[in-house]
């Protein structure tokens, strides 16, 4: 429809198309004066016909105060009914919501997933990096793994990871066990640092990684083994103080073993916090 007139009378007769088509005329100003309140008003009609455009749409009028009282409840109303049709920012818009909280919701984090998942099969880029975010953490460009809010408990972490990062996971009391995959290169400084309810580390093959830093997992107090792969060449100052490694051995590629790499000893604030 591209004359006015058509889109009007095909609105006004109850046309679902074109009332969305209209309210997006309205939103725009579009051939018409920018009307707001004429925008949600086509939008309402459209999407009680079921349009998910314009469910969408009215979604975001509401979450904004656009033409409409601002509505965070009949905002998520109009962006689930959206979404439940496949329409994928709206499938997004509920998964950030989820996510981060805010429009009237608690995090939910399994919703968060559900939502961000479908959107991502639909090659949505942002819920792509969404997700990525939820089930993993903040990732540089580089494919460090800055700081990890991903699940608790038995992690496996993705392939796109490249390096742990400074402090990613200290001091993450819902760690029990980390698979790291092969393409990590490097594991940082502190990168495990506390985490004393971790038990197992396992390392996929072929592995990539030739650094283990300073205090990488100093005070992993519960960790009593660890294969370490052939490919590491160094182990940094504490990388391993205060875990209670009783079977393991050093792979013939390190050339550097750091300062008390291996010792016992745990600072008071770690031991305090294991008993």
Known sequence: MSNLTTIIHAAEQGDAKAQALLGDKYYDGNDVPKDLEKS???YAKAAEQGDADAQLNLGYNYSQGYGVSQDYEK????????????????????????????YG????????????????????????????????????????????????????????????????????????????????????????????????????APSQLTIIDDCAFDGCSRLTTIALPP???????????????????????????GHAAFDRYVPDIIRNRSQ
Not at 78 to 96: D, S, T
Not at 235 to 252: E, Q
Request: glycine share 8%; with cysteine.
């Open 105 to 204: 919701i608690r995090c939910d984090r399994e919703k968060a997933n559900y939502w961000l998942t479908k959107a991502a099969e639909q090659g949505y880029e942002d819920a792509k990096d969404a997700l990525l975010k939820l089930n993993l953490g903040t990732i540089s460009k580089d494919g460090t793994l800055l700081e990890y809010s991903g699940p608790q408990g038995d992690i496996i972490l993705s392939d796109s990871v490249t390096s742990i990062g400074y402090s990613a996971f200290k001091e993450d009391y819902g760690l029990t066990s980390v698979t790291i995959p092969a393409s990590v290169r490097s594991i940082n400084v502190k990168a495990f640092m506390a985490c004393i309810y971790l038990t197992k580390v396992t390392f996929l």
């Open 231 to 257: 490919s590491l060449e160094k182990i940094g100052d504490y990388a391993f103080r205060g875990c209670n490694l009783t079977d393991f051995s050093v792979p013939p590629s390190v050339k550097h073993i």
């Open 40 to 42: 949600s008003y086509w």
């Open 75 to 102: 905002a998520m109303y109009w962006y689930a009914k959206a979404a439940e049709q496949g329409q994928v920012i709206a499938q997004y818009n509920l998964g950030a919501r989820y996510q981060h909280g805010g």
